[in-house]
Nanobody
Framework: VQLQASGGGLVQAGGFLRLSCAASGHTFGYYAMGWFRQAPGKEREFVVVILRSSGSTSYAESVKGRFTISRDNAKNTVYLQMNSLKPEDTAVYYC??????????????????????WGQGTQVTVSS
């Protein structure tokens, strides 16, 4: 599976952006798609995950109510609508795909090391 992330940019605080992640190749091979972000000097952190079949989602507390993930299975694309952006949202955003199904909820989908495929990242900068 190859992932191509796009849609990043520079926006003022309170603004919005929409990220896209297009999957190609063996697209039947992933079970969940997640977004992570990494700010300079910080570890990569979980943002949100969506399960491909059910569309179920789980969000990090820091983005709940502001970010919305959606999917278009026909286009093999996942979208991340980011509203009410804050300067602390500034980071490189990565999409990732996980081919496995885990029992016990979403825990493993919040851990970057469990993902099998990664996109190249797209920069989001929010100015104050």
């Amino acid at each position: 599976v190859q992932l191509q992330a796009s849609g990043g940019g520079l926006v003022q605080a309170g603004g919005f952006l929409r990220l896209s992640c297009a999957a190609s190749g063996h697209t039947f091979g992933y079970y969940a798609m997640g977004w992570f972000r990494q700010a300079p000097g910080k570890e990569r952190e979980f943002v949100v995950v969506i399960l491909r079949s059910s569309g179920s989602t789980s969000y990090a507390e820091s983005v709940k109510g502001r970010f919305t993930i959606s999917r278009d299975n026909a286009k093999n694309t996942v979208y991340l609508q980011m509203n009410s952006l804050k300067p602390e949202d500034t980071a490189v955003y990565y999409c990732a795909a996980d081919a496995r199904r885990y029992a016990g909820g979403y825990y493993y989908y919040t851990i970057p090391e469990y993902y099998d495929y990664w996109g190249q990242g797209t920069q989001v900068t929010v100015s104050s």
